[in-house]
C-alpha cells in the first residue's frame, strides 16, 4: 500500500478555501485517492474519492496532477463544523486493508 | 436508513476479563471490517468479511482476539483475556460489495474499551 505524507494540522479562519496536500509517492496504477473526515468521538466519514485531474461534489473538490504523486483536498469556505480530522488514503477500490495514517487536523477558527 | 451501529459505546473492564463488541453493519453490505485505534496511534486494520467469511484477518494482533461474523449479518469482536495494550477505540466499518464505484467505507462510531 502507498504510503502518504499530510501536513500534521492546520489552522484557517472561518469562511475562507482550506486546500490539504497530501503526497503519495510511490502510489500504484491501480490505486485510487480517498478522503475521509473524522469528528472526535465519531467514525471516519468519507468525502471524496478520485483517480487522476479534478473531482467535485456538493462538500469538496479534489485535484490530482498528471503524475499522480500528490493530492489536494480542498474545501471552500470552511465553517466551524469542518474543524475535524482529515485522512487521505491511497489504494485499489474495494482494498479496504488500510491505516490511516496521522491525518490533518484541521481548526476552523471564528 | 441505519447506519453501522456499534455496541457499547464505552466498555470500562479489568485486566484478565473479557469483553465483546457487536456491529451491525449497514443492512445489504456483504463487507464488514474491524479496525481500531490503540491510544496514541493510527487507525489501524485489523480483519474483513465477506459475508460470513473471514476474507483477511491479517491484522489482528494475537488469538486473544477472536471474530465471527453468523450468518453473514452482524459481528462479534471478543477479546479474552483483556490486556492494558487493548485500550482503545475499535472501528467498525461495512461497505458493498466488490464492484461498486467507489468501495466507500461506512463507519460506526466506534466502541471505547478501557482495560483497567
Known amino acids: 500500500l502507498a504510503k502518504t505524507t499530510q501536513p500534521i494540522s492546520m489552522d484557517s479562519y472561518e469562511g475562507q478555501e482550506v486546500n490539504i496536500t497530501c503526497s503519495h509517492n510511490n502510489i500504484a496504477t491501480n490505486d485510487y485517492i480517498t478522503w475521509y473526515q473524522q469528528f472526535p468521538s465519531q467514525g471516519p466519514r468519507f468525502i471524496i474519492q478520485g483517480y487522476k485531474t479534478k473531482v467535485t461534489n456538493e462538500v469538496a473538490s479534489l485535484f490530482i496532477p498528471a503524475d499522480r504523486k500528490s493530492s489536494t483536498l480542498s474545501l471552500p469556505r470552511v465553517s466551524l463544523s469542518d474543524t475535524a480530522v482529515y485522512y487521505c488514503l491511497v489504494g485499489e477500490i474495494g482494498y479496504q486493508k488500510v491505516t490511516f495514517g496521522t491525518g490533518t487536523k484541521l481548526q476552523v477558527i471564528p | 436508513e441505519a447506519g453501522v451501529t456499534q455496541f457499547p459505546s464505552h466498555s470500562v473492564i479489568e485486566k484478565g476479563q473479557t469483553v465483546t463488541l457487536r456491529c451491525d453493519p449497514i443492512?445489504?453490505?456483504?463487507?464488514l471490517y474491524w479496525y481500531r485505534r490503540v491510544m496514541g496511534k493510527e487507525i489501524k486494520f485489523l480483519l474483513h468479511f465477506v459475508k460470513e467469511s473471514k476474507q483477511d484477518e491479517s491484522g489482528m494482533p494475537n488469538n486473544r482476539f477472536l471474530a465471527e461474523r453468523t450468518g453473514g449479518t452482524y459481528s462479534t469482536l471478543k477479546v479474552q483475556p483483556a490486556e492494558l495494550e487493548d485500550s482503545g477505540v475499535y472501528f467498525c466499518a461495512s461497505s458493498q460489495g466488490k464492484g461498486w464505484d467507489t468501495g466507500e467505507l461506512f463507519f460506526g462510531e466506534g466502541s471505547r474499551l478501557t482495560v483497567l
Open positions: 443492512s445489504g453490505h456483504d463487507n
